[in-house]
């Protein structure tokens, strides 16, 4: 039986956009499914430029926290970097609560999160 997707994943010029297809990110066993497949993303592809789209989520657990945490890292020590793009307000406050705020880069959306890293590499 194939693994069902949450997220899809697609390139927009030289950025790699990844786009939650759920509004709820809470299920253990969605929250493996989806663990599993953006780690295989990048370590086969290796981004250097990824967006993670929060458009359609209205809820998520702290392990979805940990798992941007540990994508966060492993493109920081590759030199990559990620930022994060359509998330409601308050799924920003859970960011502003931690402290997570200070460690990514928000957008109001995909576009917008993707001309951010032309703007950074004329910088």
Known sequence: MAETSFVDIRMLGEVS??????????????????TRQLKKYIADNSPKKLIIDFSKVKFFTSQTLGLLLDIWRKLQTAGGELVISGINPQLHRVFKIT?????????????????????????
């Open 17 to 34: 956009l990844i786009e939650f297809n759920t509004g709820s990110i809470c299920d253990i066993a969605q929250i493996d499914s989806v």
């Open 99 to 123: 402290n997570l705020d200070k460690l990514f880069k928000f957008f109001p959306d995909s576009e917008s999160a993707a001309k951010s890293f032309t703007q950074l590499n004329k910088q």
